[in-house]
């Protein structure tokens, strides 16, 4: 997730900018130690606590020379994390879902693409400073989506008036694409990024830098 809203990872924090799937820091012993040192002592403790909590338990980590560290934990999804993951399950996340409420989620065999997500987010100008509300986004309805199994618009900060659609908030839409190329998906979000020609809209074009090129 890249919090800070200039390229190259400078300037204030957001709420997120864009995101990447999977993270280049992963691997099986880091994936071990997260389980071991974070997830079984947070269960443990919810058992301890005599809690039948059912939802979402989001970990927010910092990963340091292949160590986790536990930032915060949210009962919700982060965004634009779970926009950057979810179109990578195959599973149908109502049944998911109405199996956690059912308690039946032992039964689940939740199974993923091996593809690479990408997801950028249109902001507002002036955002997470002062921006402009109610502008209108014309071109949305009129851009193409080529696959739609692996490309996504998911309307973040945007509301409807007399069935036209403007913005209403800093993070307005964020595009994603999944394909075998970080870079790949970049280039074709930023192509319909440009498509959309809202000038009111700014974006960063180096989501993935870290990995595009790196570790493709």
């Not at 694409?177 to 192509?191: G, M, V, W």
Request: proline residues 3%; positive net charge.
């Amino acid at each position: 997730d890249h919090k800070r809203v200039f390229e190259g990872d400078k300037g204030k924090n957001t709420g997120g900018m864009g995101a990447y799937s999977p993270s280049k820091l992963i691997n099986k012993e880091l994936d071990k130690k997260i389980i071991s040192k974070i997830i079984e002592p947070t269960l443990n403790g919810l058992k301890d606590l005599k809690t039948n909590y059912k939802g979402f338990l989001y970990a927010g980590l910092m990963i340091k020379n292949n160590e986790p560290y536990l930032i915060e934990y949210n009962v919700r999804m982060g965004d634009p994390e779970c926009q950057t993951i979810l179109p990578k399950l195959k599973n149908d996340i109502m049944e998911v879902l109405e199996s956690s409420i059912n308690g039946k989620l032992d039964a689940i065999n939740l199974s993923w693409h091996e593809t690479r997500s990408l997801c950028i987010v249109l902001c507002s100008k002036g955002y997470p400073d002062k921006f402009e509300n109610e502008v209108e986004i014309k071109n949305l309805d009129n851009l193409e989506v080529k696959d739609k199994d692996k490309e996504f618009i998911f309307h973040a900060g945007t509301k409807k008036i007399k069935n036209k659609t403007f913005s209403n908030g800093g993070r307005v839409l964020n595009f994603v694409k999944q394909s075998e190329s970080y870079k790949k998906s970049r280039e074709d979000i930023i192509l319909s990024i440009n498509n959309l020609k809202w000038k009111n809209g700014f974006y960063r074009k180096d989501i993935g830098y870290k990995v595009i090129d790196k570790w493709e």
